[in-house]
Nanobody, 123 residues
């Protein structure tokens, strides 16, 4: 069982940058893929990005590709999401999640979730 705690959310102006962090515990970090998803009010949760167990391979949704960057530090049991060039539609609750496999997971392959961190974008 993996426990995940997100941090770093807040208010950012459109065009600005923000970095989210996720601290993991419970299962040996570096043995499973991880990722981020988000949910805006009134919308379904959507996939944002994911990364494999060792941090060498990534997967991005089309709407964040080139603006957001996912990374992990296995020595610190941490996952990150660097969000650049924020757009108003990027607002929502961002969730950190882990999978049971080694490769960059898709949304349906996440098995553990954090409680989320709110991100608000001002225009």
């Amino acid at each position: 069982q993996v426990q995940l705690v997100e941090s770093g959310g807040g208010l950012v102006q459109a065009g600005g940058s923000l970095r989210l962090s996720c601290a993991a515990s419970g299962r040996t970090f570096g043995t499973y893929g991880m990722g981020w998803s988000r949910q805006a009010p009134g919308k379904e949760r959507e996939f944002v990005a994911s990364i494999d167990a060792c941090g060498g391979a990534t997967r991005y949704s089309d709407f964040v590709k080139g603006r957001f960057f996912i990374s992990r530090d296995n020595a610190k049991n941490s996952l990150y999401l660097q969000m650049n060039t924020r757009k108003p539609e990027d607002a929502g609750v961002y969730y950190c999640a882990s999978s049971s496999g080694l490769y960059p997971p898709r949304l349906g392959e996440f098995v553990s979730w954090g409680q989320g961190t709110q991100v608000t974008v001002s225009s």
